[in-house]
């Protein structure tokens, strides 16, 4: 049977380029990062078939991605760095297509490069993250804290606006008028 030649050119596979030309975009892809104007994310691998996967990244760039991925070849176990270039279309109900627009290979060096600055931004915004949300917990807490701070006057030094009680005007201030009969079995030095 004759190969359809018009099926087979349509299908032709996304362009590539070597860690020589990944270098270009890894390094505009990493000032990014170290900056904040790009998000990574880190794909939680215990989803999917770990045997050839070993890490992936993505980074959304509303419709276009990069995704960054290190995996282990099937038959030879080596490792193999990737860099995907991707069009992502929205078509209804939340669904996406995604088209690979071209592609780079990555050493291990480039890659741990990459994984270090991902890493360090994963950790920065979840740290930063986590400040906001025990700053946010604790806002009824300081407000409280610096209330009392201002009223109680242990806490501000003013101790000279504290009256000094004694013990009998303390009882006769809190305590119900008592029986004499019970004052004087407690305390008889107390008067009847």
């Given at each position: 049977m004759p190969i359809d030649t018009k099926q087979t050119n349509s299908i032709t596979p996304p362009p590539h380029g070597d860690e020589s030309k990944a270098v270009r975009y890894l390094e505009k892809i990493l000032e990014l990062l170290q900056n904040d104007k790009l998000i990574v994310s880190q794909t939680d691998l215990q989803k999917f078939d770990p045997s050839t996967l070993q890490d992936h990244y993505r980074i959304d760039m509303g419709e276009y991605d990069i995704e960054v991925s290190h995996s282990k070849q099937p038959d030879s176990g080596n490792d193999f760095y990737i860099m995907l270039f991707n069009s992502i279309k929205k078509i209804e109900n939340n669904c996406t297509d995604k088209v690979i627009l071209a592609y780079t290979h990555l050493d291990s060096n480039q890659f741990q490069k990459f994984k270090t600055t991902?890493?360090?931004?994963?950790?920065?915004?979840?740290?930063?993250?986590?400040?906001?949300?025990?700053?946010?917990?604790?806002?009824?807490?300081?407000?409280?804290?610096?209330?009392?701070?201002?009223?109680?006057?242990?806490?501000?030094?003013?101790?000279?606006?504290?009256?000094?009680?004694?013990?009998?005007?303390?009882?006769d201030h809190i305590l119900p008028p008592p029986d004499n009969e019970i004052v004087s079995a407690i305390s008889p030095s107390l008067p009847n």
């Open positions: 991902a890493t360090d931004q994963i950790e920065r915004i979840k740290k930063a993250e986590e400040e906001r949300r025990f700053k946010e917990a604790m806002e009824p807490i300081d407000q409280k804290l610096e209330f009392m701070k201002t009223e109680n006057p242990y806490l501000t030094g003013e101790t000279d606006k504290i009256e000094t009680i004694s013990a009998q005007s303390l009882t």
